[in-house]
């Protein structure tokens, strides 16, 4: 496998085989020296064309725990607009050298487009509303971390389905597992996605009756006055994840979230710092994650 | 083209190697004293095991055993296809100060002890580290030698050589494979 | 002058006069000088080839004859295609007036309507005469000007109509964008009567497509590409249905793409409202699934839809309710669909495969070779007010000749046309025109080969 474009073009026995590799990284990440050289003398070039600290860090700190040289190119979308084509930019890069490319772009396909058109290995790090497939490899990780499996688990994903990449992803992953997936939110913002057996529900108490998991999603503040949802204020009356609805869930059931939070928005705080929250072992499970990924993916240039 | 197998070792044969080693890590290290055997992924973690079980059988003392994963370590990530898959490594308690017998199932270019050297400094320092191979096959490409070698056997590099331990379900014993 | 073209034996198809059988066809300054039709298509059937042959050939004066023998393929009046884009003048890096025309001419057409999204746009009688003079110039077919319907496009004055009617536009529209402003529309088709020229309506809610880029559905969903869902179409099909019932203007519908506008169309021309519509290949070709990899040379306006959509629109052109297929050529540099999905302009090169395209519906029973030349030249001259299309004496010498039993491969890259923008390269497509003659004038490029 030469890129990671999506959790669809992924097959259940190389999911399997990213997790169970992310382990051995989680055991690294616990030592005291925390590099190792599996790829020592390889590129990554970070190119992020969205601005995104969270996964830029969580990238850059797993590249360099496997001792790669890190290459940080960050274009903010606007700038674009006069500059070079995404093509020349990407051409560049490769003529740099470099073995890896871990790509967040506005645009949905920009991963694919990119992986046709060079040797290097393509990493998706989030394409407009498309997949962000290392989160979702990093969420089921975080579960299986707390629930030992995915299989017959149900589990809500609350939000803005439409536009995320998140989402989708995790959509595609968990309905491979058997999992029971449930859709909460506004019908503005849950796409039809039966074919991935998912059940929806405008009612957050109803929908959270009896989950082992409670996934929320960033709600983009740019939504609001687009006629999805009236205000912020009836979306957190209606789809926020406070402790009364928490309670609703199995006792055990774990929240997450891929950040960063909207506290009062999409969670409240309690929620957000209460001992069911695993939001913090998700960031720290995203390192073993793309550790894991980078290190699959072989940085042979003329393997296709 | 026909393969040829020859069995080198029985179950039997295994059996006096490893006591044989057993006894010789304690001779040698007049004692137990500060001992850790740490195998290497997987043949390796049997045998450190086995050899484990036969030091205490002897002086009656636990030897903590670890497991170490070499993938993340090797010399060869650019150079092949796929990517070796990452095992675990498992050895919880600090190596500092610490006697290390590596134990491996086979010795041949020496690779993988220099990896396993590597990833051992990783997890501290240890006072020493020595090296038990169940078999040597000779052809070393640096400089490293086995403090305790179960059998020197001569090879071709067309021929290889299998371990098959019983911990991974086979019946205990080493096949020397010749391709024509 | 003196120079003549004979074409012998081919198997003329010429709906204009009923003519269904293989014959001879003289040529002689341009203008159709003698038809000469030896057997219907099932006495050929009986005879062999070398009784045709044989048989007495049209009375040859010329002293410079060239002769063509069309045994065993099609002889047609020339196709006219009702919607292309020639982007000259403003965009010349994409496509010129003479590259475009000598798409056309590769393709089959010997007549095309050039839509007036150019810059400057087409809303005056000088862009129009431009046109007409660098067609004169350096155009391969007859082009005819489609003028813009409101100043600048931009939806908001009505251009002027007359003017440029009087210059040579044959309809107007301002397509790459609907009029929105449903009152303008009312005008528009109002005051076109007065020149009885149709107004070729680009029927999209731009609030209801907003920025997508794909056809709206579970594809969409999966591909994280913004929709446009198949109402942003119908919504102004079913308006500009409604206010061309209103004013009794003459509306042309271009490049359906929905089952729901054709049932919308044939309700309407039930009701005997005079609407009449168009489809491009692509439209009955191809599903929204060539979209998968993200190929942007499959990203269209409107956009690719679904099966059903797809099998709507067949029966629509077996039944009538969709009059013309039309090519909607919108050549784009390569530079400009190797970008981003979302960035990448739409439209696609459609010139050089229409005519093999189209030819699948013939091969499939839904259309036959008679009703496909209705299609891409009958209906076409007819909605536009040309006298062309026909194979009848004193007419001009436009026809193509087709090959329907080989097969071609389409290489982009050998395309005349500047666009190689193209969701169909590497397709093998059987039947094809090969050869063309515009004003008398020989395109005979298999020669080449």
Known sequence: MKDLVGIKELSKDVIELILNTALSFKDVLKRDIKKVPALRGKTVVNLFFEPSTRTRTSFELAEKRLSTDVLNFSVPTSSVVKGESLFDTVKTIEAYGVDYIVIRHSSSGVPHFIAGNVNASVINAGDGTNEHPTQALLDAFSIIEKKGSLDGLRIAIVGDILHSRVAKSNIYLLSMFGTNIRLIGPSTLIPDMRQYGVEVFYDMDEGLRDVDAIMMLRIQMERQGKGFFPSTQEYFKNWGLNMGRLKIAKRDAIVMHPGPMNRGVEIASDVADCPQSVILDQVTNGIAVRMAVMYLLSGIKDNG | ?180 | MGSSILIKNGHIIDPSQGIDGVGDILIEDGKIKEIKKIRSSEDKKKIKNEEILTSQPLNLLSPQLKIIDAAGLYVLPGLIDMHTHLREPGFEYKETIKTGTMAAVMGGFTALCCMPNTNPVNDNETVTEFILRRTYAEGACHVYPVGAITKGQTGEELAELGMMHDAGCVAFSDDGRPVMNGLIMRRALEYSRIFNVPIISHCEDLDLSESGVMNEGSLSTILGLKGIPSASEEVMVARDIILAGLTRGRLHIAHVSTAGSVELIRRAKNDGVDVTAETCPHYFSITEDAVKNYDTNAKVTPPLRTQRDVEAIKEGLRDGTIDVIATDHAPHHRDEKLQEFDRAPSGISGLETALGLSLRLVEEGILTISQLVEKMAINPARILGLNMATLKVGADADAVIMDINKEFKVESKKFASMGKNTPFDGWVLKGMPVLTICKGKVFDWMIDE
């Not at chain 2, 590099?157 to 019946?171: A, C």
Request: charged letters at 35%; one cysteine or more.
């Open chain 2, 1 to 180: 083209m026909p393969e040829m197998t020859k069995e080198l070792l029985n179950k039997k044969d295994i059996e006096r190697i490893t006591s044989r080693i057993a006894h010789e890590i304690i001779e040698k290290n007049r004692g137990t004293e500060n001992l850790c055997l740490v195998g290497i992924q997987r043949g390796g973690v049997h045998l450190a095991k086995r050899l484990s079980e036969k030091i205490r059988a002897v002086e009656h003392f636990d030897i903590p055993v670890g497991s170490l994963d070499i993938a993340l370590y090797r010399d060869d990530l650019g150079i092949r296809k796929e990517h070796p898959a990452v095992r675990k490594t498992d050895i919880p308690w600090d190596i500092t100060d610490k006697k290390i017998i590596l134990v491996d199932d086979v010795l041949f270019t020496g690779r993988s002890i220099r990896a396993a050297m590597d990833a051992l400094m990783d997890f501290g320092r240890p006072a020493q580290i020595q090296l038990a191979v169940l078999i040597d096959r000779g052809h070393r490409e640096l400089p490293i030698r086995a403090d305790y070698v179960g059998k020197n056997i001569p090879t071709s590099r067309l021929e290889s050589i299998e371990v098959q331990l019983e911990e991974d379900g086979l019946e205990d014993k080493v096949l020397l494979q010749t391709k024509q």
